[in-house]
């Protein structure tokens, strides 16, 4: 595992505990085969950040989403990188922005399903904010467009075009961006 205990350890310490929620979703067979290509060497996680600049959060637009769907960032840390690093370079590769960490807000552990076959999978869910840096993404063969939106837009226009698709996936995405979402104003408001 990427991420081991004594990692998330030191990750509490500096950003706080999450919340823990339990998801569980049912993908299609080529879901699932794009889900076990990203898990070769022993990868089962992403981390998933929500960067705040004034009253904006960034989105990104994968190239395989369907029209007028966006997500939060999210990437892998990699093998022998720290947890802060990793974030901070895919969210650099992802928007092209750099980005402080200072939040914490979920872990989710998920369970996902295809056919008779199962996976379990983690996603971690951090608050940041906006340091420097154009939102332009950086990795072009993964990200077809980043862009600010308001969260208004995030949690209306965005989330139906996601719960339009019947890509599991994205129902997933979803449901872990409004338990964030949740966490991120309970957070903002002990600001």
């Given amino acids: 595992m990427?991420?081991?205990?004594?990692?998330?350890k030191g990750v509490e310490k500096k950003y706080g505990s999450p919340k823990v929620i339990e998801l569980a979703y049912e993908v299609d067979e080529d879901e699932f085969k794009i889900m076990k290509y990203?898990?070769?060497?022993?990868?089962?996680?992403?981390v998933t950040?929500?960067?705040e600049k004034d009253e904006e959060i960034a989105?990104?637009?994968?190239?395989?989403?369907p029209p007028g769907v966006y997500r939060i960032p999210s990437g892998g840390v990699e093998l022998g990188e720290e947890f802060d690093a990793g974030l901070k370079r895919e969210a650099c590769e992802e928007t092209g922005l750099r980005v402080e960490i200072l939040r914490y807000l979920l872990r989710i552990e998920a369970c996902f399903t295809s056919?008779?076959?199962h996976q379990r999978w983690r996603s971690y869910i951090l608050r940041t904010r906006w340091v420097s840096g154009e939102i332009e993404p950086r990795d072009r063969k993964e990200i077809e467009e980043a862009r600010w939106v308001t969260l208004d837009d995030l949690c209306g226009r965005i989330r139906t075009k996601m719960l339009e698709s019947t890509s599991g996936g994205l129902h997933y995405r979803v449901a872990l961006t409004d338990a964030a979402i949740d966490e991120l104003l309970k957070s903002r408001e002990k600001v």
């Avoid at 990427?2 to 998330?8: K, N, S, V």
């Fill in 2 to 8: 990427y991420i081991t205990d004594e990692m998330l």
């Fill in 38 to 46: 990203s898990m070769r060497n022993n990868r089962a996680h992403d």
């Fill in 49 to 51: 950040f929500i960067i």
């Fill in 59 to 65: 989105v990104i637009r994968k190239s395989s989403h």
């Fill in 115 to 117: 056919n008779s076959q």
